[in-house]
């Protein structure tokens, strides 16, 4: 799709992603904000700023572990009450398989609760794959904290 529209006259750019397409998309927490765990409710993968999420609770997803009572389920079931935690560490990671190769624009995470925002992600990289084995970093955050409850943007 063009990222290119016409206004007037003008030439805008879309809100498109125009970065380089992947099968498989990676979020790798590097450190979390010093909680037991990271802790996560929701995880959007869009290709466009404010789209649709190209993920839905059908959508492969595989993480480094999984609390019981937090699965990795409910990352993706679009529910901002449900959470997913690592059951280990302050690190951990989860990737989706959107099926065919794409190019997104923007990661949306929800955070954790009040109480445990420290188990938020602090540092990590959104990494893409074609084979779910071998990644290239498409973006990296670092110092990320959270307020309780946070849904935040990340540009790719
Ligand atoms: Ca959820």
Do not use: C
């Not at 993920?55 to 901002?80: F, G, K």
């Not at 893409?128 to 849904?151: M, R």
């Amino acid at each position: 799709m063009s990222g290119l529209i016409g206004h007037r006259g003008l030439l805008l750019r879309a809100a498109a992603a125009t970065g380089t397409a992947y099968r498989y998309w990676r979020v790798n927490v590097t450190l979390n904000n010093g909680g037991s765990f990271v802790t996560l409710h929701d995880a959007q993968f869009r290709a466009e700023l404010g789209g649709s999420d190209l993920t839905s609770p059908s959508t492969p997803i595989v993480a480094s572990s999984q609390h019981a009572t937090a699965p990795l389920s409910n990352l993706i079931d679009n529910s901002l009450v449900t959470s997913w935690s690592t059951n280990t560490a302050s690190t951990g990671w989860f990737y989706v398989d959107l099926g065919t190769a794409q190019s997104l624009a923007q990661l949306v995470l929800t955070g954790p609760d009040s109480g445990f925002t420290n188990r938020g992600p602090r540092n990590f990289t959104v990494d893409g794959s074609d084979n779910a084995s071998s990644w290239t970093t498409v973006q990296s955050f670092t110092a990320v904290t959270w307020v309780a409850s946070e849904t935040k943007a990340f540009a790719l």
